[in-house]
T-cell receptor, first 114, second 112 residues
């Protein structure tokens, strides 16, 4: 297992465009999390899944954001009608339930909205 | 939800000195306290964690202490080395199945 994989690593998009990011978690991990991180800040929670069920969503997750985890495997995070304020690093993590061994993070997708 | 505060925001030490980073949390139901290290361009990496049934845990040069009564926990790095330079984050889960809430981070710089 190569850990948590995120694609793409970098994404530059024009304001108003839609973007989609993918996360492939560690295969035996049933929990998957999305966080957003801006420069100089800690990761901010967006949403998490246990298997295919989305169990919690942050108030940060506006209606322009949607996340899915079909079949409880990989996950996608889509941002519609991107705004400059969406520019950030989007981090994905996975863990067992309960997270006895902590989260394993991917390297993130850096989004720049121009 | 959980609120985690972390201090200091930046810390500069000489190689070989010790470094201490402190965090406080608000939800007394939190029972798991991890610390993560993040290097430039990478995701956070778990370096040590502690559960609420112990007061201290050590792994080589890194130790974490927990004071449940005061609701604070600390990361201690001894004999610091230049490769310890990174941003460190504490986190806590809060009540129930909530995801981790992270502190704002401490940028540690170890001067050779």
């Amino acid at each position: 297992d190569t850990g948590v994989s995120q694609n793409p690593r970098h994404k530059i998009t024009k304001r108003g465009q839609n973007v989609t990011f993918r996360c492939d978690p560690i295969s035996e991990h049933n929990r998957l999390y999305w966080y957003r991180q801006t420069l100089g800040q800690g990761p901010e929670f967006l949403t998490y899944f246990q298997n295919e069920a989305q169990l919690e969503k942050s108030r940060l997750l506006s209606d322009r954001f949607s996340a899915e985890r079909p079949k409880g495997s990989f996950s996608t995070l889509e941002i519609q009608r991107t705004e400059q304020g969406d520019s950030a690093m989007y981090l994905c993590a996975s863990s067992l339930d309960p997270p006895r061994y902590g989260y394993t993070f991917g390297s993130g997708t850096r989004l720049t909205v121009v | 939800g959980e609120n985690v505060e972390q201090h200091p925001s930046t810390l500069s030490v000489q190689e070989g000195d010790s470094a201490v980073i402190k965090c406080t949390y608000s939800d007394s139901a939190s029972n798991y306290f991890p610390w993560y290290k993040q290097e430039l361009g990478k995701g956070p990496q778990l370096i040590i964690d502690i559960r609420s049934n112990v007061g201290e845990k050590k792994d080589q040069r890194i130790a974490v202490t927990l004071n449940k009564t005061a609701k604070h926990f600390s990361l201690h790095i001894t004999e610091t080395q230049p490769e310890d330079s990174a941003v460190y984050f504490c986190a806590a889960p809060g009540t129930g199945r909530r995801a981790l809430t992270f502190g704002s981070g401490t940028r540690l710089q170890v001067q050779p």
